[in-house]
């Protein structure tokens, strides 16, 4: 299962990431978003957890838990939608 976790610190790694998630289970990757221009984090993040019924669990326990100072956001992640091409502007 792929989880989202959002309003995370801009501090957090991807080791803070995947250590939290791993006291459910398996933790297969831990990702940060990044934004490419400025390198800082975007504040949100995905997590993979091979078992569901762990990243049930890890859902239900992380939603709304403070984590580094920060009220998390936690829920099954959602296939991203396919976007229109962006077009430049000059």
Known sequence: MNIYVGNLPYTVSEDDLRDAFSEFGQVESANIIM????????????????DDDAAREA?????????????????????????APRRDHY
């Open 59 to 83: 859902l239900e326990a992380m939603h709304n838990k403070d984590f580094m100072g920060r009220s998390i956001m936690v829920n099954e992640a959602k296939p991203r939608e396919e976007r």
């Open 35 to 50: 934004d490419k221009f400025s390198g800082r984090s975007k504040g949100f993040g995905f997590v993979e957890m091979s």
